[in-house]
């Protein structure tokens, strides 16, 4: 019989990092945030990367707050978002890694679609296309001889469990992202890893989600102020596959989004895709715990409105969001439903005049105030879910009769509203810390803390977050 523990996770996003603990049992399941840090950006003369280092020293100094307040956490897992990764020789990191959103894997997707074309590489990998997918950043890195001196690549999860552990090992569901894992194999496809010119020896032993990764290094443990380190897990490192695991889905007739500054919208499946009506769609088949595949597609998701209120901020303003939001629902004359994968919506910048550039070429009319352009994202996004379920749905085969939403977008009302409006189906929105309690129940399941198979987690969470009811209007 099982007994309750704590776990900590440790969540990164796009834009924003934090340190959960979970008390979790049987019949428990509580959630305490102990550390929230902003993930920022750096642009050099080079490009756009990741302050990995900040993302490391805020997450060691969340976890030692975490076993100040609880000595006796039985693990810690790591999850971040997906396809970045850092080059090392030896324990050297050699450069901090880019960002996604930089724009010098455009001469990186042409070297690989020479080689490959995208209908071989979705019958390979089942990846939708991506332009920033794991194999282009390597195309471009090769075509600048930066591979030359790298003898491993760590995805950023699998980095800060380096850094943790001392040892070197890739998490199949992240793997799965980088376009070079073999969608039924799922071990890393060499033949085109040979093909691309990219060194083999690069990529680490692949391990599963609730593998024991070891011991925290005694030099970080004198860090953490602790004389009992936790041992570190490999979670579901994807953070939308640790997300997936916390839906409290009751049957196989649900299709989720996952949803922050991407949208992630699709469904479960226990085996792949690979249709060309799948590809022309833009689906992905990536790897979920436990063996499942998550079968979806990327939508840009709330980088429109957050990158909207970042253009507003660097004017100088203070900008409240929750009540651009009230105005944004009091809006009542009509407001353009735009493209919101719109490539030139990718990287940062001035979001509002994107928006409206987008608008005018279309012969769209542009929202005339900022309530009217935050209501025409929101509208935008609730099309594209909706249209992102019914694909799901008809492209798996599988019927959809209702919708869960997760993520920071499930406490935006407007959007779980007109997501049920236009997808004709019940929304149910939450948990919020959907990612960190992926996170932290693969962990208790590996610490004996629960029992049992995807279904009775996510019955724990059923039980332990109600769900908000969104009914079509």
Do not use: K
């Not at 042409?110 to 282009?136: K, S, V």
């Not at 049957?251 to 500054?261: K, P, Q, V």
């Not at 063996?291 to 939508?299: A, F, I, K």
């Amino acid at each position: 019989m099982s007994t309750a523990g704590t776990v900590a996770a440790i969540d990164l996003g796009a834009t924003s990092g934090r340190v959960i603990l979970g008390s979790v049992g049987q019949d428990e399941l509580r959630l305490r945030s102990v550390a929230r840090f902003p993930n920022t950006p750096v642009r050099t003369i080079d490009g756009l990367h990741w302050d990995v280092l900040g993302l490391y020293r805020n997450a060691v100094s969340g976890l030692a707050a975490a076993l100040r307040d609880e000595p006796d956490i039985a693990s810690v897992g790591v999850d971040s978002w997906a396809v970045d990764y850092a080059l090392l020789r030896g324990q050297r990191m050699l450069g901090n890694p880019y960002h996604y959103r930089d724009d010098r894997t455009l001469q990186g997707v042409e070297m690989t679609h020479a080689i490959a074309d995208p209908a071989e590489l979705y019958a390979r990998n089942g990846l939708q296309f991506l332009p920033f997918n794991t194999l282009y950043q390597l195309a471009a890195d090769r075509a600048v001889g930066s591979l030359e001196a790298a003898d491993s690549l760590l995805l950023i999860p699998d980095l800060l469990n380096f850094w943790l552990t001392g040892r070197q090992f890739a998490e199949r569901t992240n793997a799965s992202a980088t376009g070079l894992l073999g969608v039924s194999s799922r071990e890393w496809d060499t033949d085109l890893i040979d093909r691309l010119q990219l060194p083999r020896g690069i990529f680490p032993e692949l391990v599963d989600a609730g593998t024991v990764a070891g011991g925290i290094l005694p030099a970080v443990a004198r860090e953490l102020g602790s004389s009992r380190a936790p041992e570190v897990v490999a979670v579901g490192s994807h953070d939308t596959a640790s997300a997936v695991v916390a839906i409290p889905m009751r049957s196989e007739e649900a299709a989720y989004i996952s949803c922050g500054t991407w949208g992630l919208v699709g469904v479960e499946l226990e085996h792949p895709v690979l249709s060309e009506a799948g590809r022309a769609a833009n689906f992905t088949n990536e790897g979920g715990v436990d063996g499942r595949v998550r079968y979806l597609h990327n939508v840009m998701g709330l980088w429109l409105l957050s990158e909207s209120v970042r253009a507003w901020e660097r004017g100088g303003e203070t900008i409240d969001l929750p009540q651009l939001l009230d105005a944004a629902s009091a809006v009542t004359t009509p407001v353009p439903v735009f493209d919101a994968n719109d490539p030139a919506f990718l990287a940062p910048g001035d979001m509002p005049v994107r928006i409206a550039a987008h608008c005018a070429e279309r012969g769209l009319p542009a929202p005339s105030t900022r309530a009217e352009l935050v209501r025409s994202i929101i509208e935008s996004l609730a099309a594209a879910f909706a249209r992102a379920v019914r694909d799901a749905g008809d492209l798996s085969g599988h019927t959809v009769n209702v919708v869960h939403i997760v993520g920071g977008g499930s406490q935006n009302e407007l959007l779980c509203r007109l997501t049920a409006n236009r997808t004709g189906l019940p929304v149910l929105a939450g948990p919020v810390e959907a990612t960190a309690i992926g996170n932290i129940l693969v962990q208790a399941r590996t610490q004996g803390l629960v029992t049992g198979d995807l279904a009775s987690l996510r019955a724990l969470v059923a039980r332990a977050f109600t769900p908000t009811r969104y009914l079509p209007e």
